[in-house]
């Protein structure tokens, strides 16, 4: 299948008892057995597997071309579930420029736990490849970033990891499969905050990872199983059903995305776009190599420098609304600095470009001519 049809078809089935086109949504913690040790079915209890839950796990692992999908409870659990894998002494080799909350996770829940982070610019290969010693079990890529839209170059990664033995993930959350397969490209698990483009209506929290083999999603359920981190019925058919027609919202996010920045970019008071669709972006190359598209993150900074602009800025949008969380139908608006990123350290913020005046844009899928007018009655 083609990937529009693999959104609506891949890893599904009728339900087989009532012909049912779209899974049930079976709320229930557990389910009967005939005798002990004998159940009904292939399900005992909804932590270890729910139904639901297996057609969003199957589709998930459909649109990003894996052998098994795995959904959590929330984009930061699937991050935890395979950080598990690692023990104290080794070391894993993260990008610069990270979600706020990953960073947390990295530096203040894992501070402890005897495993090493390195952050480095993705893009310096040398100094990548000078870091990896005996020690070094995985090499961790956002991209393109949040929020200031950097790209690594995942197939050239791939063949460093492979060449070392190392588990190469990739969080996919902002380009999404409909853009980009980093499985396809090298790497060995791919990571998702489903709650953003992959569910797409700002009602669910969940999220993914999807495994290149079906020894490393056999290991990574079994730890999943174990912790519990594991995704309710309900949530996993929203998320499914968001599924169904990422393909037609992705489109309407690039467009859009891509109007927006090539507005910002010409406007007098903004100094920089950060944009992957824009040739004046310097991961443009690597973006056309690997992306089907450019896809509807924009961010930007200001002329003045001045915090108080993008404050104002924010306080004036009616149509994008300022909130955190990204990917949905509905434009939203974010200050990083002050909002997403705010548990990371000002100096470190400013070392990788999240400056006190940039501004953070989902842009949605309304009209066009909306979005813009909103953007120019703020700015003025």
């Not at 990003?64 to 795995?70: F, P």
């Not at 947390?104 to 090493?116: E, L, P």
């Not at 010693?133 to 990891?161: F, G, H, Q, S």
Request: charged share 20%.
């Amino acid at each position: 299948m083609k990937f529009n049809t693999k959104t609506i078809h891949g890893g599904q089935h009728h339900d087989p008892t009532t012909g049912s086109v779209m899974p049930p949504i079976f709320q229930t913690s557990t389910f009967a057995q005939t005798s002990p040790g004998k159940p009904i079915g292939d399900y005992v209890y909804s932590r270890t597997a729910n139904p639901t839950r297996t057609a969003l796990e199957e589709a998930l692992a459909s649109i990003e071309n894996g052998a098994r999908g795995l959904a959590f409870s929330s984009g930061l659990a699937a991050t935890d579930c395979l950080l598990r894998s690692f023990k104290a002494g080794d070391e894993i080799i993260a990008m610069d420029d990270l979600y706020g909350g990953t960073y947390r996770m990295f530096t203040k829940v894992y501070n402890n736990s005897g495993i090493k982070f390195h952050y480095v610019d993705m893009n310096d290969l040398d100094n990548v490849q000078s870091l990896i010693n005996e020690n070094t079990k995985m090499i961790w890529v956002e991209t393109p970033t949040n929020p200031i839209m950097k790209l690594a170059d995942i197939a050239a990664i791939a063949k460093i990891t492979k060449a070392n033995n190392i588990l190469f993930a990739v969080d996919n959350t902002f380009a999404t499969p409909y853009l980009q397969n980093p499985l396809d490209l090298g790497a060995d698990v791919v990571m998702h905050s489903a709650t953003k483009y992959l569910a797409g209506h700002s009602d669910v929290v969940a999220g993914a990872l999807i495994t290149k083999t079906a020894e490393l999603g056999k290991q990574l359920h079994f730890q999943q199983f174990a912790t519990g981190a594991t995704l309710g019925p309900m949530d996993s058919f929203l998320v499914l059903r968001g599924i169904k027609t990422l393909h037609l919202r992705m489109q309407r996010h690039c467009e859009n995305g891509e109007k927006v920045a090539e507005f910002l970019d010409q406007h007098p008071k903004i100094k920089t776009v950060y944009y992957a669709g824009l040739a004046s972006h310097p991961y443009h190359e690597i973006a056309k190599k690997q992306m089907s598209g450019f896809g509807g993150m924009v961010s930007f900074d200001f002329v003045s420098g001045a915090k108080q602009d993008s404050v104002a800025f924010l306080e004036k949008v009616k149509i994008f609304t300022l909130a955190e969380s990204l990917g949905g139908v509905e434009s939203l608006a974010n200050h990083p600095a002050l909002m997403t990123h705010a548990s990371i350290p000002e100096e470190k913020r400013k070392e990788v470009g999240i400056t006190d005046d940039l501004v953070r844009l989902s842009v949605g899928v309304e009209d066009i001519e909306d979005l813009l007018e909103d953007l120019k009655q703020a700015l003025a």
